[in-house]
């Protein structure tokens, strides 16, 4: 079939290579502009511009879809091109009704959540954050609105008790190219049955913001702990130690008993086990101290004990 791909993230490069991988004729690569990065600050390719300038795909970068010079070009490219599919994952853009309509078949998008719960740009993240136990990708039928389409086909998986956002994304994405590759084939034997969203059991997943990291240590040990993994690795879960940042990637809730301590209070110093306000207990495995390297927290340990009775603000 001949595709347009349109991705930004990481997220979208292991859907685009298996449509490369599975002999499709990926005719176009839309992504988002190149943006500084580094401490130059120089321009860097998006992941997606990375593998398709290695298999000489075309790419496209307009810094609009909707308006202005760069919507008339990419509008008219489109329609030279005359695409079967255009495919989404990830891209980061509102594509308007003049490019919904356009492809021969349909607009698929591939999103990281079961719909029509956690419509947005951060469904992986606030997956975790909000305690789910399960979670999935979904192929559906891009529509007006954000993430409203028809939904196609879905993929769940469990999430673990410990398991990160970053660490879920990883595997999502992977699921995500697998079920990209059954909608096509779907598509392709006409077996495509699309399924209405019901808009009463939609949730919405916005961005996440970095003033979103401090940990609130009053909240339960649960939720502490779903915060470290869904903040994990950005914009990361953060606590004041002795007046300075310490970021907290990985965490377990432990079998400790905090008692009456403080919620903050280090309970355990040789594996940093810290009290929450239910009286239960969170263990930090994995922290990063402020100008240093992300590590694990026995090796941060060694070299900056912190000793029992501490209050973390």
Known sequence: MNIVFMGTPDFAVPCLQALIDSGENVQAVFTQPDK??????????????????????????????????????????????APDLIVVVAYGKILPKEILDLPKYFCINVHASLLP????????????LNGEKETGVTTMLMADGIDTGDMLLR???????????????????????????????????????????????SCYAPMLTKDMCHIDFSKTAEEVHNKIRGLSAFPCAVTMLDGK??????????EENAGNMLPGTVVNAK??????????????????AEGGKRMKTEEYLRGRPVPEGTVLQ
């Open 271 to 288: 594996n940093f086990t810290v009290a929450c306000g239910d009286g239960r207990c969170v263990k930090f495995t994995e922290v990063q």
């Open 155 to 201: 993929s769940v998986t469990e999430i673990g008790a410990n398991e990160t956002a970053s660490e879920l994304h990883d595997r999502l994405s992977v699921m995500g190219a697998e079920l990209l590759i059954k909608t096509l084939q779907a598509v392709k034997d006409n077996t495509i049955d699309p399924v209405k969203q019901d808009d009463e059991l």
């Open 117 to 128: 719960k956690y419509r947005g740009a951060g469904p992986i993240q606030w997956s975790i």
């Open 36 to 81: 500084p990065k580094g401490r130059g600050y120089k321009l860097a390719p998006t992941p997606v511009k990375e593998l398709a300038v290695r298999y000489d795909i075309p790419v496209y970068q307009p810094s609009s879809l909707k308006k202005g010079e760069d919507a008339e070009n990419s509008l008219k490219l489109l329609k030279e091109l």
């Open 245 to 254: 940042r310490l970021k907290i990637y990985k965490s377990e809730i432990s």
